[in-house]
């Protein structure tokens, strides 16, 4: 017996394999024998350690806009060994780095990526100066998420509007430098050109941008009032594709901005509690776009500024449903796309709600001569009356009238029949707002 167990302990040495020596002394159990796991990288150990599609390790996409925030773990099979992670061939994509983190098994490719494309790189692992050597080919797309690339065209990108296709630019005034922006939506570079049209004389176009400051640029050389230049500009984007967009700039003279007074003055209006209001604001000189602002004072509550007709003349109009009577001071100030500023004082005055008063007449008698004049509040005196409906209604024998023609604010005449009599009554004020309410008299018999 020893001499068997000893002969089975010289077969383990000479194999250099690990066998289950007390299964097989308990009866004869199968021996089970254990080999080292080789050294290698893995893909796809977690979802996100990306798919093996021949023999390519496809790591998880990544984007060039916010959020783009990106990390991929790179591991080995062997996990604590000892390891160090280098880039073999290719290039990892622009913004993405893989840090070197020796002796900890695996290694993380991240960073914030910048650029769009498809990138095929090969990592090599190795266990030490003198140990095993593994390389694996990884590939990583990044994208472009949000709106395609574009030339931009806004007032908050390069104070431009968009009409019809073409891109109305702030104007040109003569002798004055230009600062019209022309954008790409990811702040691509590239080549820039004029490929119709042409630009103002004094202005240029650089052949290359950047992304961002004033792609054109000069002062305008040539004063025409009011002559508008279109031309259409090719530039490229952040993946190469062409971009195009039609652009059109108008010469203004050097005049001062100034703001120009409506017919009724510096005093608005005036406007009415409840009743709808707008007054535009105007001005001359200077270059579009422009914006008002209010500076001092108060505008009158429920009114604010609006934008009406150009979009280049933004905040022009004061509009509203005023919601409080009383007189209203306040400064406005407008600004060009230059920055010259010009500003005013007005006053409006905000009269109380149009009404009739709902106090019965006086009452009249059958047979005897009557007459009494109908009374509004509020609004714009004077006041135009009429019966809503017919005259039919009006107690029998009497009629509207007026001693000024047109206004029917006296109910007079003979009454011929007794009652109560309740009938309903528009006002009108000068501003033409109009209020409605019911009128009572009584007819004695």
Same mark, same amino acid.
């Given at each position: 017996m020893r001499r068997t167990i000893s002969a089975a302990l010289s077969l383990v040495a000479i194999t250099g394999t690990v066998t289950a020596l007390a299964a097989a002394a308990a009866g004869g159990a199968s021996a089970k024998t254990y080999k080292p796991v080789p050294f290698r990288l893995v893909c796809g150990t977690t979802a996100s350690d990306g798919t093996l599609e021949n023999g390519v390790c496809v790591l998880p996409a990544g984007q060039t806009t916010p959020p783009n925030s990106y990390s991929a773990t790179i591991p080995t099979s062997t996990g604590g060994a000892t390891s160090t992670f280098s880039v073999a061939s290719g290039s990892l994509p622009p913004g993405l780095n893989l840090p070197a983190q020796p002796g900890s098994g695996t290694d993380t490719v991240a960073g914030n990526p910048s650029k769009a494309g498809v990138y095929d790189f090969t990592i090599k692992a190795a266990t030490g100066p003198s140990g095993l050597a593994v390389t694996l080919t990884y590939e990583i797309t990044i994208t472009v998420q949000g709106p395609p690339d574009q030339l931009l065209c806004s007032l908050a990108d390069n104070g431009g509007v968009l009409e019809s296709g073409t891109c109305v630019l702030p104007d040109a005034i003569a002798g004055v430098p230009y600062a019209g922006h022309l954008l790409t939506s990811h702040q691509?570079?590239?080549?820039?050109?004029?490929?119709?049209?042409?630009?103002?004389?004094?202005?240029?176009?650089?052949?290359?941008?950047?992304?961002?400051?004033?792609?054109?640029?000069?002062?305008?050389?040539?004063?025409?009032?009011?002559?508008?230049?279109?031309?259409?500009?090719?530039?490229?984007?952040?993946?190469?594709?062409?971009?195009?967009?039609?652009?059109?700039?108008?010469?203004?003279?050097n005049e001062p901005l100034t703001v120009v007074l409506p017919s009724e003055g510096s005093a608005l209006g005036p406007g009415m509690? =409840?009743? /709808?209001?707008?007054?535009?604001?105007?001005?001359? &000189?200077?270059?579009? @776009? $422009? +914006? !008002? %602002? #209010? *500076?001092?004072?108060?505008?009158?509550?429920?009114?604010?500024?609006?934008?009406?007709?150009?979009?280049?003349?933004?905040?022009?109009?004061?509009?509203?449903?005023?919601?409080?009577?009383?007189?209203?001071?306040?400064?406005?100030?407008?600004?060009?796309?230059?920055?010259?500023?010009?500003?005013?004082q007005f006053s409006l005055t905000i009269d109380p709600a149009l009404q009739i008063s709902s106090t019965p007449l006086p009452?009249?008698?059958? =047979?005897? /001569?009557?007459?009494?004049?109908?009374?509004?509040? &509020?609004?714009?005196? @004077? $006041? +135009? !009356? %009429? #019966? *809503?409906?017919?005259?039919?209604?009006?107690?029998?024998?009497?009629?509207?009238?007026?001693?000024?023609?047109?206004?029917n604010n006296v109910l007079a005449g003979t009454p011929t029949q007794a009652g109560t009599f309740s009938f309903p009554m528009q006002v009108q004020d000068s501003n033409d707002d109009t209020a409605t309410g019911t009128v009572t008299v009584t007819i004695n018999p």
């Open positions: 691509a570079g590239g080549t820039l050109s004029v490929i119709t049209g042409s630009l103002p004389p004094g202005l240029t176009l650089p052949a290359t941008f950047t992304g961002s400051g004033d792609a054109i640029s000069g002062t305008v050389t040539q004063q025409n009032e009011g002559n508008s230049y279109d031309f259409t500009v090719q530039g490229t984007g952040d993946q190469g594709q062409p971009l195009f967009q039609a652009y059109s700039i108008t010469v203004d003279p509690v =409840g009743g /709808a209001f707008a007054q535009n604001f105007f001005l001359s &000189g200077g270059g579009n @776009p $422009y +914006t !008002w %602002s #209010v *500076v001092a004072g108060q505008l009158p509550p429920g009114l604010t500024l609006q934008t009406q007709g150009d979009p280049q003349d933004v905040g022009n109009q004061l509009a509203g449903t005023p919601t409080t009577a009383g007189t209203y001071t306040f400064t406005m100030e407008v600004t060009d796309y230059d920055g010259q500023q010009a500003t005013q009452a009249g008698t059958v =047979g005897v /001569a009557y007459s009494h004049d109908l009374t509004a509040q &509020g609004g714009d005196p @004077p $006041y +135009t !009356w %009429s #019966v *809503v409906n017919n005259i039919n209604e009006l107690p029998p024998g009497l009629t509207l009238g007026t001693a000024a023609p047109g206004f």
